[in-house]
């Protein structure tokens, strides 16, 4: 690789990835959604919450955010903070949502998705189901979203600066060799991310290559044995409930203390909100990981040397 990886220290992040996982491990298990959804009338009356962060930060992105009445336990944007909690978005508590006069709610597909849904219709609820498990998934959200809330042009923009964006960094990156990393989604029992993921596809694009890339599973659970024959160069840390960052702590913990990576302090700790949302921080992410695998690419200060 080029350069040593550029180590993040101690951030402020959100307790919350969580939340994140388990709804892209939902979406994951999901068939494509139906066709957008039509806003009923008198749409700018409309009250709606979304269940996962990810969909609400993009409404928000969407300038639609006055249509936001509620949020749930796991929505961490400043911009939420003031508005009622629903509780988690898997299990929300439904007489609330009856009580703040709710007429919409945006939700993920999902295996458990069917029964909440019909819950929320015999609410007289309607259900706009949106997947995000994907950089596709992204996009085409971008493009529901701006459909349902008659905002067309805010969503075109949105898309076209994010594409903007990391077309940009691909284009500083595009002739050098990927780096092999890993990225440790949970650290006891290791779990991390396979193929078909979000977080598969935003290594791509910044510039790495995930070294259990070939596993068909979303989110494998593997022992310190493949870790080692696999040997990622870096190890990409986030930072939050699922898993904390540490590096001192990190090279004192058995098993994790066995890998070259971790003793040669080649671990970059991000942000696992950032990293696991396919929202509108995609952008940013990519930049943040594409910058830390490759800093001189980027003409950035090299991390410190092993």
Not at 57 to 66: C, K, N, Q, T, V
Not at 67 to 90: M, N, Q, Y
Not at 132 to 148: P, Q
Not at 186 to 208: K, N, V
């Amino acid at each position: 690789m080029k350069g040593n990886p550029r180590r993040v220290g101690s951030s402020p992040v959100s307790r919350r990835v969580r939340c994140a996982f388990l709804f892209l491990l939902l979406a994951f298990f999901a068939a494509c959604g139906g066709a957008p959804g039509s806003p009923p009338d008198g749409s700018e009356g409309l009250r709606s919450v979304s269940l996962v962060p990810s969909l609400s930060e993009l409404i928000l992105a969407l300038d639609a955010g006055e249509h936001l009445v509620a949020r749930t336990d796991f929505d961490t944007h400043e911009a939420l903070a003031t508005l009622p909690s629903i509780g988690g978005g898997l299990d929300p508590n439904l007489e609330l949502m009856v009580d703040l006069g709710i007429g919409v709610v945006f939700m993920p597909p999902g295996r458990d998705a069917p029964a909440l849904a019909k819950r929320l219709t015999d609410l007289g609820i309607s259900v706009q189901t949106i997947p995000t498990n994907s950089v596709s998934d992204l996009y085409r959200a971008i493009t529901r979203l701006g459909e349902f809330f008659d905002f067309p042009s805010e969503a075109d923009s949105l898309a076209r600066a994010i594409e903007s964006s990391v077309t940009e960094v691909q284009g500083v990156i595009k002739e050098l060799p990927p780096v092999p990393v890993m990225y440790v989604v949970a650290p006891s029992p290791p779990m991390t991310t396979g193929a078909g993921t979000f977080i598969h596809e935003l290594i791509e694009l910044a510039g790495g290559t995930n070294v259990f890339g070939d596993v068909p599973l979303p989110w494998p659970t593997v022992g310190f044995e493949a870790i080692l024959a696999r040997d990622p160069d870096v190890l990409i840390w986030p930072q939050g409930e699922y898993a904390t960052g540490d590096l001192g702590v990190l090279q004192a913990t058995p098993g994790w203390r066995m890998v070259p990576s971790v003793r040669a302090s080649r671990v970059i700790f991000v942000d696992g909100d950032l990293f696991s949302r396919p929202g509108p921080g995609f952008p940013t992410a990519v930049r943040f990981l594409a910058e830390a695998l490759h800093p001189s690419a980027f003409q950035l200060p090299e991390g410190p040397k092993p």
